[in-house]
């Protein structure tokens, strides 16, 4: 009797486990301070978050997003999965202001902490996590000619191209870019 | 006396120290002097060490960066990062031209700053100087990371 007491105890605590303490299935990168976390929270613009002002879409793109864990506090979602200098938000904005489960990394060895979001689905959902890989989508569909050629975006993002062609690779003229790759 | 106030947080400003007006909005008035920067790879060392990810050095990274979309932080003398709100009145604080043009450049902030759960945020409000690329590290670290100028691959 007292064995059948304690696999319904045992039973129960499994039940009543949080979210939070589910197994992640974040993949290292071996960052500063990694954590791999799993947890539920709701979508929010980080700017509503903080002051209050709140528009329906999240901002529609233009904000940075986070998530409202269910103990209040805030997480910054600033990376998705892919390596290759992309964000959060295409992957966060189709969720907004609806709670969702995330697994991720938080990264930052100090107070400052940012969270690369890895996989995401509706919480409460037995539906297979979506990993967040929409950044590149959404680029190739607003640079379609760029899309189709074998360069990677960042390579040929025209806003960055016409920023390095003024400035320079190290932002400080095409002379000391010049100098530079002669001497190094 | 107002005049005499944002004079005084001006000069404040334009020496590097943080100065602190009044509250608003649950936020603090500040002028705030550091560079902007990319979060990612400062926060998460994926680059390197803190002191290669900013300045010459890891500029064409912090363009692209921020032209992705990641959070462009604005990081004072003292080593807070601030992550940015919003613009000098823009709303687009995601891959934005207003981010791009000053990516890596130190400037002097006037804005509201606020602290939630270890973060620290800024509504800059007004960029009152704009001393452009000041940590000239592209001696020290090459380029970081290395194929950011493909010349030199």
Redesign the interface.
Known sequence: MRKLLSMIAAGLVCVASPVSAQESQAES?G??G?QALRFEGKVTD??C????NCPADC?A????LGLLRDDG????V??NVQA???????DMLPFCGQRVEVDGLM??EG????Y?VQLVRPAGSDAVFEKTTR?TDVWAASHPDLAATGDPW??K?P??LS??KAEG????GLEV?RK??AE? | MHVVRRFALLILGLLGMPTADAIADGGTRMTVTGEMMDTWCYLSGVMGGAEAVVGSSHHTCALWCAAGGIPVGLLTDDGTVYFVLQMEGSPDVVGSDTLLDVQSDRLVADGIVYERDGNNFIIVEKVVANEGITVLNHTDYGPVPPFAIPELN
């Open positions: 990168w960052l500063l990694e980080l700017l978050a903080i002051t209050g901002g793109g233009k904000r940075q506090s805030l997480v910054v600033g990376k290759a200098f992309n964000g959060g938000v295409p990264v930052g107070a400052t902490k940012l690369q950044w960042f390579r993002d806003r960055v920023r390095i690779y190290l932002g400080l870019d530079f790759i190094w």
